[in-house]
């Protein structure tokens, strides 16, 4: 008798499970056709992926890597260096992009580990309950009232200030949102009929986690992995402008500003290049997560331009 009520869950699940495919195939169609009609976020992701192309292929085919010091100091922009020089003689535009490229190394860095630490939090926290989830979300609550600037600027100076050591300080202090919004979203799911189908089966609460409910959240997971890259951008850049981010023989485009922000009078090049892209880079990103967050709307009826 139990094999059979087991075997009658396990089809009412598998049916169950099989018809929310079907839907979530059709609804990916739709999200898709919505995000294409955004016109900023279809911009903004070609700007976005010409400046990543940019940084990463660009640099080898200039006459000066971002290390060399060979030129005069203070050159103005023209003839073999098109951004001018620094202080130190080095190229402006190759600086600029070494720049760029470790300052997109630490925001994808720090968006992608965070995610994934704030979603695995909140979808046990929302599915478990009880006094689980009240341990997490106060661990929440402690780190949200942290002032984060100040404790990240701490670590970094204590430990080093090397780019991967920037980016999981940052990481550090940018999850806690993530998990408020999946712990919300776990506890709608949790509730669902194919999740009550699958916990009768017998699933097991890693199973359901992560083949049901965080499958469940990628819109939502999307949107703020999306907005985390834009928010880590900006936090390493104000660290690094303090001079307590990234340092020497690394670069980022905040050490860059902090290198030339006294000479925004007399060569504004050194200083806006970097404090242009550092604005593209997040107003794009910014963009793409407002495209996307209309995309996933289910109320959304039109595309915003």
């Keep these: 008798m139990a094999n059979v009520t087991q075997s009658t869950a396990v089809g009412t699940a598998a049916a169950v499970r099989s018809e929310f495919d079907a839907k979530a195939r059709s609804q990916s169609s739709i999200i898709f056709g919505r995000f294409v009609r955004h016109r900023a976020a279809m911009i903004s992701l070609g700007l976005l992926l010409l400046l990543v192309l940019a940084a990463f292929l660009v640099p080898p085919l200039l006459p000066y890597n971002y290390q060399d010091t060979s030129s005069g100091g203070f050159l103005k922009p023209g003839g073999g260096h098109l951004l001018g020089t620094d202080q130190l003689g080095r190229d402006t535009l190759a600086q600029l992009l070494r720049g760029t490229q470790f300052s997109l190394a630490i925001a994808f860095t720090v968006a992608i580990s965070s995610t994934v630490v704030g979603v695995v939090i909140g979808a046990v926290a929302g599915y478990l309950k009880g ?31 090397t780019w991967w050591v920037v980016s999981i300080v940052l990481a550090l202090f940018n999850w806690m949102s993530i998990a408020r919004i999946t712990r919300g979203e776990a506890l709608s799911l949790s509730a669902r009929e194919f999740i009550e189908a699958s916990r009768a089966a017998g699933a097991g609460t890693w199973h359901i986690v992560f083949k049901h409910l965080i499958p469940n959240m990628v819109g939502t997971i999307t949107v703020n992995a999306t907005l985390s890259v834009s928010t880590a951008v900006l936090t390493e850049a104000a660290l690094s402008f303090i001079g307590l981010g990234v340092q020497l023989p690394d670069t980022s485009l905040g050490l860059i500003v902090n290198d030339n922000y006294t000479q925004v009078l007399l060569r504004p090049w050194l200083f806006w290049g970097p404090f242009l892209a550092i604005v593209l880079i997040s107003m794009t990103i910014s963009f793409i997560g407002d495209g996307l967050r209309d995309a996933f709307d289910p109320r959304q009826t039109k595309v915003r331009a």
């Design 131 to 161: 006094f689980l989830d009240n341990a997490l979300m106060r661990l929440v609550d402690l780190f949200l009232i942290v002032p984060q600037i100040a404790l990240a600027a701490i670590l970094v100076h204590a430990w080093s200030s």
